[in-house]
């Protein structure tokens, strides 16, 4: 039998859950092993020859480490490519570079704004620190620009690179979940005609369902 990859860090990491989901669709079995960052464990030596930047995921698949969660994905779904969801990277140069251009937004233009404001709005408050006020009023109003942009596209397609789910969709999902369910400006998603329905359609998932339990207390 196989030996499970090995996913180190907590599931409430959004890039954690970001592996997860993604192990979960493509049904590869996994080890998620617990690194306490409090204690600095994601400093020790050990740790940083899986995750040369000391962040999480650290990642291992039969003695090999790759890090960064997106690039992770990317191997997931070629390394399993013939397993679970079998769409999930596309299955030809075309599909790929539709998801490959999602991908990008969603690195480039969601993730800087949308992680600022869960850092902001959804985990200082747990962590006692102070908001800033003018990062939250400057990524709100950077967000809804990119949201826009995907209100046009998903109001003439289901998903973000098509009629099917993918990676594109999946690798959105850790910070809108804290935005829409731990945050006050979750209808920046849920308001919007089209993003909304995306975005009901893709949290629903069995894979999401099951990384959002491993994220309780």
Same mark, same amino acid.
Request: glycine content about 6%; overall charge neutral.
């Given at each position: ?22 192990? $979960? ?10 690194? @306490? ?23 291992? *698949? ?28 596309? +299955? @030809? ?6 998801? *490959?251009? !999602? ?17 902001? $709005? ?9 908001? *800033? ?6 990524? =709100? /109003? ?5 949201? +826009? ?14 009629? /099917? ?6 690798? #959105?999902?850790?910070?809108? #979940? ?5 945050? *006050?400006?979750? /209808? ?9 329905? !995306? %975005? ?5 998932? =069995?894979? %999401? ?9």
């Amino acid at each position: 039998m196989a030996t499970p990859v090995k996913v180190y860090g907590p599931p409430i990491s959004t890039c954690v859950s970001r592996v997860l989901a993604c192990l $979960l669709e493509k049904e590869v079995p996994y080890q998620l092993i617990p690194v @306490n960052m409090a204690k600095g464990e994601h400093k020790k030596p050990a740790y940083l020859k899986i995750q040369p930047f000391g962040q999480v995921p650290g990642f291992e *698949d039969d003695g090999f480490t790759v890090f960064e969660s997106r690039s992770i994905c990317r191997y997931i779904c070629d390394k399993y490519a013939k397993q679970g969801n079998k769409g999930l990277y596309g +299955d @030809n140069p075309l599909a790929k570079a539709s998801i *490959d251009q !999602w991908l990008e937004a969603e690195g480039q233009s969601f993730s800087p704004p949308s992680s600022v404001l869960v850092f902001q $709005l959804a985990f200082a408050p747990r962590m006692k620190l102070k908001q *800033d006020q003018v990062a939250i009023r400057q990524n =709100e /109003e950077k967000l809804k620009k990119v949201l +826009d942009v995907y209100e046009e596209r998903l109001s003439e397609s289901r998903f973000l690179a098509g009629d /099917e789910f993918t990676l594109a969709d999946l690798s #959105h999902l850790p910070n809108t #979940h804290y935005l829409v369910n731990a945050t *006050d400006i979750g /209808e920046l998603f849920t308001e919007r005609e089209y993003v909304g329905r !995306w %975005w009901a359609e893709i949290s629903s998932r =069995e894979s %999401w369902k099951k990384v959002v339990e491993m994220q309780k207390p």
